[in-house]
T-cell receptor, first 109, second 114 residues
């Protein structure tokens, strides 16, 4: 079966750095997405990786290793507004999106 | 641009009642989809459409119907609501269904079935 694993919850301190991991087992791979979802709101796009390596976008970076079936989202200089759930999703060989259950990130002052 | 507009935001139904969740997008996206989101689970695809007149089933289609008569609109119908359909529903769209296309989500519809 197809599976996306991410930690259920993480806690970090304002101003610090946090890394949210995502491992996947899917039938084929056509890209990996990270979305941010604040409580009670819709998911919004953060990043897309299709090749191995690091993609940097301001305070957020996303890394992909296709051979290991692994990605992480790195958030630097954490702000209180970063408290949200972070969803990892993989596009399989049929171009269907497989979603992880999300990681709830709690930021403490 | 309004993006993806979903209505209603909240709805309470009794078991056996029917209703339609509305979804409209003004971005000329070909691909539209409906997801449900339940605690502790990833988003699950209910139905999707790759263009007007074309619909297909996703992972959890039972109990739901869709139609796509125009590019803009993609309503989701619950024919006979069941408590298991209590969930948050999201409509999402993108230019195409290829791997790199980013989904734009509506604000969500929270449905409770008693």
């Amino acid at each position: 079966g197809q599976n996306i694993d991410q930690p259920t919850e993480m806690t970090a301190t304002e101003g610090a750095i946090v890394q949210i991991n995502c491992t996947y087992q899917t039938s084929g791979f056509n890209g990996l997405f990270w979305y941010q979802q604040h409580a009670g709101e819709a998911p919004t796009f953060l990043s897309y990786n299709v090749l191995d390596g690091l993609e940097e976008k301001g305070r957020f970076s996303s890394f992909l290793s296709r051979s290991k079936g692994y990605s992480y989202l790195l958030l630097k200089e954490l702000q209180m507004k970063d408290s949200a759930s972070y969803l990892c999703a993989v596009t399989d060989s049929n171009y269907q999106l497989i979603w992880g259950a999300g990681t709830k990130l709690i930021i403490k002052p | 641009n309004a993006g993806v507009t979903q209505t209603p935001k909240f709805q309470v139904l009794k078991t056996g009642q029917s209703m339609t969740l509305q979804c409209a997008q003004d971005m000329n996206h070909e691909y539209m989809s409906w997801y449900r989101q339940d605690p502790g689970m990833g988003l699950r695809l209910i139905h999707y459409s790759v263009g007007a007149g074309i619909t297909d089933q996703g992972e959890v289609p039972n109990g739901y119907n869709v139609s796509r008569s125009t590019t803009e609109d993609f309503p989701l119908r619950l024919l006979s609501a069941a408590p298991s359909q209590t969930s948050v529903y999201f409509c999402a769209s993108s230019y195409t269904d290829s791997g790199a296309n980013v989904l734009t989500f509506g604000a969500g519809s929270r449905l409770t079935v008693l």
